[in-house]
C-alpha cells in the first residue's frame, strides 16, 4: 500500500513539473513576441516621453537601476527618469519621519524628488515603458512578482526563496489589486498567492485588470 501511495506521489509530482515547464516555456514565448510587438507600436510614444523628460529637467532620458531577478541573479531595471538628478541629495535632507516613512514601504507621499512630468509618469506607469526592453532581454516578464531592491530582501523573510525562483513582472497581482494602495505585508502575500497559483489565464487576468487599473488611475503611484 505504501509504494503504491508512493508511486501516485511521484507521479503528481512529475505531472506538476511537466505543467510548470510547459507553462513557463508558453509564458516566455508570449514575452517576447509580446513586448516585441509592444515596442514597435508604442515607439512614438517613446519618442515623445523620452522628448518631455529630457526638456523638462537635466539628467539622464533613460535609466538602469540595480534589482534582484529571479535565482538572486542582479540585473538593470529600465525605466524613464522621473525624479530630479540630485534626488540623492534631497533625500539626504529628509526628515527623519520622511525616511522612516520610506524605509516601511519603499515609497513615499508627495516625494520632492519627483518632477512634475516624473509624476504625471508615473501615475499613468509610462515610467515603465523601458522595461519592456528588458522583458526581451529575459530579465523580466510581463507578469510576475515586481523586482526588488538588495533592501527589500528581508521583507520577504522565509518567502524570498521564493519570490526569487520565478522571473520578476512588469506587472503583478498586487499591482493589478491595488498598486500603491497596498502596504508591503499585502504586496509580499498577494505575490506569494501568485507564485503558487500561477496560470496562463490568471496572467491574462492580471495584464487585463492592470490596464483598467493604469486607465482608472487607481491606486496611482
Avoid at 513557463?24 to 507600436?41: F, N
Amino acid at each position: 500500500m505504501n509504494n503504491i501511495n508512493t508511486s501516485k506521489q511521484q507521479i503528481q509530482v512529475n505531472y506538476e513539473e511537466k505543467k510548470v515547464k510547459i507553462y513557463s516555456l508558453i509564458k516566455r514565448i508570449a514575452d517576447i513576441i509580446l513586448s516585441l510587438i509592444a515596442i514597435i507600436l508604442l515607439s512614438p510614444i517613446f519618442l515623445i516621453v523620452a522628448l518631455v523628460v529630457r526638456f523638462d529637467s537635466k539628467g539622464k532620458i533613460v535609466f538602469g537601476h540595480e534589482r534582484i531577478g529571479k535565482d538572486m541573479n542582479k540585473f538593470k531595471i529600465y525605466k524613464f527618469r522621473t525624479m530630479y538628478e540630485n534626488s540623492e541629495e534631497i533625500f539626504n535632507n529628509f526628515t527623519e519621519a520622511q525616511k522612516k516613512e520610506y524605509y516601511i514601504n519603499f515609497k513615499l507621499d508627495k516625494d520632492p524628488r519627483i518632477t512634475k512630468v516624473g509624476r504625471f509618469l508615473r501615475e499613468t506607469s509610462l515610467d515603465e515603458l523601458p522595461q519592456l526592453i528588458n522583458i526581451l532581454k529575459g530579465d523580466m516578464s510581463i507578469v510576475g512578482p515586481r523586482p526588488i531592491v538588495e533592501k527589500e530582501i528581508e521583507k520577504y523573510g522565509l518567502y524570498a526563496k521564493v519570490v526569487f525562483s520565478v522571473l520578476p513582472g512588469l506587472t503583478g497581482y498586487w499591482q493589478a489589486n491595488g498598486r500603491s494602495d497596498t502596504t508591503y505585508d499585502e504586496r509580499v502575500k498577494m505575490d506569494m498567492y501568485y507564485i503558487r497559483n500561477r496560470s496562463t489565464l490568471m496572467d491574462i487576468k492580471i495584464i487585463l485588470k492592470t490596464v483598467i487599473s493604469v486607465i482608472k488611475k487607481e491606486g496611482a503611484i
